[in-house]
């Protein structure tokens, strides 16, 4: 622990000015020369095997060490806990277990491309599956392990194979009939649409788990089939998506339609009192929140672009706001702490909002300068009741009060380009916040704040 730390927790105990204050952030480790900050900073959130054999809190993250070299590290918030997660090349899609470990999709010149899982040490890292043609892609994790799918040429079908996270043997879940086939999960569910193949197949939307065969969802009235279905985002219990609705040859409307994965689950939500479904714009996106997703929309006969959310039913389809003001950009963060904060922008003013899917809980909570903006609602994480995020290159915290909403004293400045759209550049390791930041040598720095700096272990022996 070091002094100004001491300092600051025996202030906090004595109840001097500082005790409302936030531990200052530290800098405790620097990738090495060769590793570039941009474009990657992307933090996955699970546990590790620690140098002392037990699982510990830990990140993952793809580093890049030249134009054409990535490479999986990962952080449990300590400099030691810092290094290596695997020597395979090119890492991509990394998704978490709910015990501890990674899996990601990698290369290496004698397996190719393959399904891999890492504990964390690098010489943990070992390919998981071994498919003749390689491995891609993988839909997700459905019940906590790998799910992959894999075409047929000759029968023109598409299988959906679960990987064992030990022995990495296979086992099919579900085989759909065409070669053409998109799919996504919540971990629960997967929902599958087949695009029209060669031999005339309709599109076609379904639904299966790891213990149910696909069942065809129907489409909602008044069209008889589906229409371009696209833009699906997931939550815990449902998927939304966009499709085309005809009302008549000449009047489609692109309008949102949602999903349980059963056939009287699937809606195209009329929210009273409008007599059409929502309007849509073509780049949509949903983000969970609690139990429900929310969006972006019109309602019939109305211009104003709104902030909605949805729980796949007519009634259950609210405005969030009145459209007076929009969503700048991108949203702040997710819904770790049930709750997504954004920027509510009216093209003259930013303020912070928030909102828990409700109306009732949609607020707006601070101003903000006028150009501000969020990079995606990755880029935040919460803890303790606190939510940390990435407003422009400055570190914020909100407790969720106006009075409690500032640029954290002492923080480098972000990237202002994170990799992708939804990067975790922000995230929660046991005690610590830890996000990265590009150190002046054009090295990237690991940075960590403290949420619990009086005498967590002892005397705090962290390092």
């Not at 053409?180 to 005339?200: C, D, I, L, Q, S």
């Not at 928030?354 to 101003?367: E, H, N, R, V």
Request: with cysteine; charged share 15%.
């Amino acid at each position: 622990m070091t002094r100004r730390a001491i300092a600051f927790s025996i202030a906090a105990m004595l109840g001097c000015g500082t005790a409302n204050a936030d531990a200052p952030p530290e800098l405790f480790a620097s990738l090495p020369a060769d590793v570039s900050w941009l474009p990657y900073a992307d933090f996955v959130v699970g546990g590790a095997i620690g140098s002392g054999g037990g699982v510990v809190p830990a990140a993952y993250m793809v580093v890049i060490t030249s134009p054409d070299t990535y490479w999986l590290w990962t952080t449990d918030g300590t400099a030691a806990g810092t290094h290596s997660a695997g020597a395979v090349e090119d890492p991509g899609q990394v998704l978490t277990s709910s015990t501890h470990g990674a899996f990601f999709i990698g290369h290496t010149d004698a397996t190719g491309w393959q399904v891999f899982v890492t504990d964390g040490p690098e010489s943990s890292a070992h390919a998981l599956t071994h498919e003749p043609d390689g491995v891609s892609y993988m839909v997700g994790l459905l019940d906590d392990v790998p799910l992959i799918q894999r075409t047929d040429d000759v029968a023109g079908t598409t299988t959906f194979s679960k990987v064992d996270r030990d022995s990495g043997a296979l086992t099919d879940v579900a085989t759909i009939l065409g070669p053409y086939v998109m799919a996504t999960t919540n971990g629960t569910t997967v929902f599958a649409v087949r695009e029209p193949g060669p031999h005339g197949e309709p599109i076609e939307i379904s639904s299966f788990t790891g213990a149910t065969q696909p069942l065809a969802l129907p489409i909602p009235p008044p069209s008889t089939a589906w229409e371009d279905p696209h833009q699906f985002g997931t939550g815990t219990r449902l998927a939304c998506f966009e499709n085309f609705t005809q009302y008549s040859p000449q009047d489609h409307r692109q309008e949102l339609y949602c999903s349980d994965g059963t056939a009287d689950g699937t809606r195209r939500p009329v929210p009273p009192p409008y007599a059409r479904g929502v309007l849509l714009l073509d780049v949509v996106a949903f983000w969970p929140v609690g139990d429900r997703l929310v969006f972006q929309g019109r309602a019939d006969g109305e211009s104003n672009l709104a902030l909605w959310s949805t729980d796949g039913t007519d009634a259950g389809t609210v405005k969030l706001d009145d459209g007076s003001t929009w969503l700048a950009n991108a949203p702040c963060t997710d819904d770790r702490a049930g709750s997504m904060y954004y920027i509510a922008s009216n093209g003259f003013d930013s303020s912070l909002a928030s909102t828990d899917g409700t109306p009732a809980g949609t607020q707006t909570i601070a101003p903000l300068p006028a150009n501000a903006y969020c990079l995606g609602r990755g880029t935040a994480t919460h803890h303790g009741g606190t939510t940390w995020m990435q407003i422009g290159t400055a570190l914020y915290r909100t407790d969720g009060t106006a009075a409690g909403t500032r640029a954290v004293e002492g923080a480098p400045e972000l990237s202002w380009l994170p990799h992708a759209y939804e990067s975790r550049t922000i995230v929660a390791i046991g005690r610590w916040i830890v996000f990265a930041a590009p150190n002046a040598d054009g090295t990237l720095g690991l940075w960590r704040i403290d949420t619990d700096p009086i005498f967590a272990d002892g005397l705090d022996g962290a390092n």
